[in-house]
């Protein structure tokens, strides 16, 4: 059986193969094997916090990201820029 794509996640019980995560949630990594393994797909300039799937949670001034479903943390810009 092929692992699941990222966004999709399969039960060991499940026998439809692999299912989707609910709207406006991914996964970190293919092959994921729980739905609690799905999180918030928070846009650029943005993150969510693991385990805490309700809120995107914007970047600091002097941090940032530019790439969608990061958890837990943006990026420091380098000195002398915002």
């Keep these: 059986m092929?692992?699941?794509p990222i966004g999709e996640y399969s039960?060991?019980?499940?026998?439809?193969?692999?299912q989707k995560?609910?709207?406006?949630?991914?996964?970190?990594?293919e092959a994921v094997n729980?739905?609690?393994d799905?999180?918030?797909n928070?846009?650029?300039g943005s993150f969510a916090t693991f385990g805490d799937n309700s809120t995107c949670t914007p970047c600091r001034i002097g941090t940032y990201e530019d790439e969608w479903g990061v958890l837990d943390q943006c990026n420091t810009c380098k000195r002398?820029?915002?």
Excluded: A, I, M, Q
Aim: hydrophobic content about 20%.
């Design 34 to 36: 729980r739905e609690e």
């Design 2 to 4: 092929k692992p699941c």
């Design 21 to 29: 995560c609910p709207d406006n949630f991914t996964t970190l990594y």
């Design 11 to 18: 039960t060991e019980f499940s026998v439809d193969g692999c």
């Design 38 to 40: 799905c999180y918030l």
């Design 42 to 44: 928070c846009p650029p």
């Design 80 to 82: 002398l820029s915002t």
